[in-house]
């Protein structure tokens, strides 16, 4: 992973930091230091990232400290302050390590269903289940249940217009496709639940920290509803019998655009816990993270406008039509982008218009990382920085390449499902470089020098 490279300037700059604070503080026993803690997620893209932020980034200045809340038995209902510095774990640094593990491997869960999502929409199976229960179900067991659930899928559009003389193998193939995607998402929930209801009664998880992690477990809640109202269109006829059966592309977009925050707002916050302070080792390296942060805002919205893009463009199956690069077909721009009434439909229903949009913002959004690159290279900033800004980049050349491939060569599972994951990879970092290049707060700031050592 692009990520991994910088860990090892963290560790060394930082790690005789944590090793001098933490034994001039011991033996204290009315108070506890916060300090960054080593996490590890259970997935490819949060694990690298959380092993980078196991690091000595001087989460708190020298002196700093909190009572202990390890004795409440309810959520705590003040942050800890200090100077304006909020933690958001409040029981020390083996409580601020298990949240983080937690919240990392949530982000991953997350990340792998946004993967099994892509691989469920491309090989056709998401409307293979005509019903939906939010509990869920058991499988079909039996072949005379098999054979009933087959009968349902029969009464749909997509066979009738579609599948018509699908075999029932074929047809279990496609509902086990759909199955473990639906079941995989009960088990997140259950995952995210049972930890955070044992942080609460162990009195780990602030007030602030309890409701910004109560809204994304409401927002995965009502993941599957949108899930299932967005299959539910698909179950539809459709308006003319030359149409394909297909979901609606605006329920497409706002199931795959929700995941994606549910995404951005676990994996922030598990950054915010085992990383509360930035890097810095100096005023003017944090005078250099600002310059950087004023670029990458802009930046990560682009990146943004692309990957909702991308949802439109999958919802009308735009991939699979104009299969040329860098022309549409024979030309640059085809003649029917503003064919439909009222003009704004173009752009979320029109394939050519959809696909145009796409390949716009794609290379728009490469240009601009690219921009923060060269802008980044004479700035005096973390060497962390320097590398996330380089990772970014490299990413975002991959996932042009790989969108380019997947429309050269009529949309495989294997390089859509790449390019799906590849949307979601560079999110990440860009994640990881906006929360990367914050101000430190002011109590870290009055500790350090205008100059950062160099051994």
């Known amino acids: 992973m692009f990520q991994s490279r910088v860990v090892a ?116 199976s998401g409307l293979s289940m005509t019903d939906w229960k939010f509990t869920g179900r058991l499988p079909p067991l039996s072949d005379e249940e098999w054979q009933q659930e087959f009968e349902k899928y029969k009464q749909s559009p997509e066979y009738k217009r579609v599948n018509k003389g699908m075999s029932i193998e074929d047809f279990k193939f496609i509902y086990w496709m759909e199955y473990a995607h639906r079941m995989w998402g009960r088990a997140l929930g259950v995952m995210f639940a049972l930890p955070f209801s044992y942080f609460l009664r162990k009195g780990y998880i602030t007030l602030r920290l ?5 809204a994304l477990f ?55 816990v085992v990383m ?22 802009p930046v990560s919205l682009i990146v943004g406008i692309t990957v909702v893009s991308g949802a439109f463009v999958a919802g009308n199956d735009a991939g699979r039509a104009y299969n040329t690069f860098p022309k549409m077909g024979d030309v640059w721009i085809p003649d029917d982008v503003f064919e439909l009434k009222p003009l704004i439909r173009n752009f979320f229903e029109n394939t050519s218009t959809v696909q145009l949009d796409h390949r716009i913002l794609a290379t728009t959004t490469l240009i601009s990382i690219s921009a923060l690159w060269w802008s980044s290279r004479k700035l005096d900033i973390h ?4 590398s996330l800004v380089g990772s970014t980049l490299g990413m975002a050349a991959l996932q042009v390449t790989l969108g380019v491939s997947t429309l050269l060569s009529y949309v495989p599972v294997s390089l859509g499902t790449a390019h ?18 914050r101000r430190p707060s002011m109590s870290l700031l009055k500790t350090l020098p205008q100059v950062a050592k160099t051994s």
Not at 383 to 386: L, N, S, V
């Open 210 to 214: 309890g409701l910004r992690l109560s």
């Open 9 to 124: 300037s963290i560790l060394k700059r930082n790690q005789s930091v944590l090793n001098s604070l933490t034994s001039n503080l011991k033996g204290t026993s009315s108070s506890r230091v916060f300090t960054s803690s080593s996490s590890s997620a259970s997935a490819w893209t949060a694990s690298a990232v959380a092993r980078s932020c196991s690091h000595g980034f001087r989460s708190l200045p020298k002196g700093h400290h909190v009572p202990s809340f390890r004795n409440m038995s309810t959520l705590a209902s003040v942050a800890t302050e200090k100077e304006g510095f909020k933690l958001l774990v409040t029981a020390g640094p083996r409580a601020q390590k298990m949240v983080g593990i937690w919240l990392f491997g949530s982000a991953a869960w997350v990340f792998s269903m946004v993967v099994l999502g892509g691989i469920t929409r491309l090989t056709r």
């Open 218 to 272: 409401a927002l995965g809640a009502g993941q599957g509803l949108i899930g299932w109202w967005m299959v539910k269109s698909g179950l539809e006829e459709p308006p003319s019998e030359y149409v394909e059966p297909r979901v609606s592309p605006y329920r497409l977009a706002a199931h795959l655009t929700s995941a994606f925050v549910i995404y951005s707002g676990l994996f922030w916050t598990a950054l915010s």
């Open 420 to 437: 799906q994951a590849g949307a979601l990879t560079l999110l990440t970092l860009m994640l990881l470089l906006n929360h990367t290049v």
């Open 383 to 386: 060497p962390a920085i320097r």
């Open 276 to 297: 509360p302070e930035p890097p810095a080792e100096s005023l003017a390296w944090v005078q250099g993270a600002a310059k950087v942060k004023r670029l990458a805002i």
